[in-house]
């Protein structure tokens, strides 16, 4: 059964860089599927970042694509978000899922969360 | 870019059938998920495929998607449903997902 799991810092200063990083285990990521970031703030809905497939290939969400970079590390089996320039409106919890991609899209399965702070 | 509407709350009484609806232009033509999330816990995917339950869903939950909007349905509601829930899409290799539903069984 595929596990996901969430690690980076939990405070981030404005106008840095957050950097997460998703541990995968029970599934090899270079299997298939896509790997994507949802993130949440505290009180509000869902909101997806990005995603990657294992070669690399990447799709962002609009509104965050100046400031985004989602990588792959195939060795490691694990991939990483990094989202720079913060502000205090990045603050949320940020999710890692494994994204199905055939005639729909769906994210089903999902790491615990990772509550990212920016403040000084 | 696209846009997918939940209403902010929907309340049922326990035993009986809860329908929450997601509005987006054409939606039918996309395929619909749903996923449920309880206070301090990740998303769970409910629906996939417009109708299709992951395994270990309950079967009183199902979907429909036609139209402008998709519909979750979950028949015989218990309180353990109660949950915030999300619909989602994908448009233009994006996802989108709604603003959520805050289901109250009381």
């Known amino acids: 059964q595929v596990q996901l799991q969430e690690s980076g810092p939990g405070l981030v200063k404005p106008s840095e860089t957050l950097s997460l990083t998703c541990v995968v285990s029970g599934y090899s990521i270079t299997s298939g599927y896509y790997w994507g970031w949802i993130r949440q703030p505290p009180g509000k809905g869902l909101e997806c970042i990005g995603s990657i497939y294992h070669s690399g290939g990447t799709s962002y969400n609009p509104s965050l694509k100046s400031r985004v970079t989602i990588f792959v590390d195939t060795s490691k089996n694990q991939f990483s978000l990094k989202l720079s320039s913060v502000t205090a409106a990045d603050t949320a919890v940020y999710y890692c899922?494994?994204?199905?991609?055939?005639?729909?899209?769906?994210?089903?399965?999902w790491g615990h969360g990772a509550l990212v702070t920016v403040s000084s | 870019s696209y846009e997918l509407t939940q209403p902010p709350s929907v309340s049922v009484s326990p035993g009986q059938t809860a329908s929450i609806t997601c509005s987006g232009d054409n939606l039918g033509n996309r395929f619909a998920s749903w996923y449920r999330q309880k206070p301090g816990q990740s998303p769970v995917l409910v629906i996939y495929h417009d109708t299709r339950r992951p395994s270990g869903i309950p079967e009183r939950f199902s979907g429909s998607n036609s139209g402008n909007a998709a519909t979750l349905t979950i028949s015989g509601t218990q309180a353990m449903d109660e949950a915030d829930y999300y619909c989602?899409?994908?448009?233009?290799?994006?996802?989108?997902f709604g603003g959520g539903t805050k289901l109250t069984v009381l």
């Open positions: 899922a494994r994204l199905a991609v055939t005639t729909s899209y769906y994210f089903d399965s």
């Open positions: 989602q899409a994908w448009d233009s290799s994006t996802v989108v």
